[in-house]
T-cell receptor, first 114, second 116 residues
């Protein structure tokens, strides 16, 4: 069974540009979560989508946005990139209706903002 | 707001030493508890999880953790570490949202370096 996949693996952008990151969940999983892993800041929750709707949002500015498609894949968009957006962006998926379920993580997209 | 704190930022041990990594969370309701590990160059993977029942849970690679509800703690232990345990360890908690579990709240992580 394929795991969570993310693309691209690496992304280099300059300040002010926009970045789009993509995630495909494990087959059958309806929830997708996005996390940011920045140096020295640990793993911080960004966004949670389930069944196409945003269920929760972390403490990030509105220029971080996303969506979930009918096939449950997801996109994370970061507008007006800033240097501090440089980080590893992790996507995870789970079957949220199963109350006792773990989140499975993808390999991440490493975003570098110059 | 929920939070997770991990007591140690960096732990250095020699092979065969025992390991205990501390984790405390703040949330008064029902929680699910997890330890994830990130080996160098690899993606985050689950070590063990606690949902309910026996507070002592066993995970992969000889790791175990004990949930102590009265202390809001979920400490990770291993009796004898190996060089291959060198990694970053993250404690995490989810809470219930309308009957289903929500996003993970992570601690800042503990880097474990095991000297051969």
């Amino acid at each position: 069974e394929a795991g969570v996949t993310q693309s691209p693996t690496h992304l280099i952008k300059t300040r002010g540009q926009q970045a789009t990151l993509r995630c495909s969940p494990i087959s059958g999983h309806t929830s997708v979560y996005w996390y940011q892993q920045a140096l020295g800041l640990g793993l911080q929750f960004l966004l949670w989508y389930d069944e196409g709707e945003e269920r929760n949002r972390g403490n990030f500015p509105p220029r971080f946005s996303g969506r979930q498609f009918p096939n449950y894949s997801s996109e994370l968009n970061v507008n007006a990139l800033e240097l501090e957006d440089t980080a590893l962006y992790l996507c995870a998926s789970s079957l949220v209706k199963a109350v006792r379920d773990e989140q499975f993580f993808g390999p991440g997209t490493r975003l570098t903002v110059l | 707001a929920q939070s997770v704190s991990q007591h140690n930022h960096h732990v250095i041990l020699s092979e065969a030493a025992s390991l205990e990594l501390g984790c405390n969370y703040s949330y008064g309701g029902t929680v699910n508890l997890f330890w994830y590990v990130q080996y160098p160059g690899q993606h985050l993977q689950l070590l063990l999880k606690y949902f309910s029942g026996d507070p002592l849970v066993k995970g992969i690679k000889g790791f175990e953790a004990e949930f102590i509800k009265s202390k809001f703690s979920f400490n990770l232990r291993k009796p004898s570490v190996q060089w291959s345990d060198t990694a970053e360890y993250f404690c995490a908690v989810t809470a219930y949202y309308g009957g289903s579990q929500g996003n993970l709240i992570f601690g800042k992580g503990t880097k474990l370096s095991v000297k051969p």
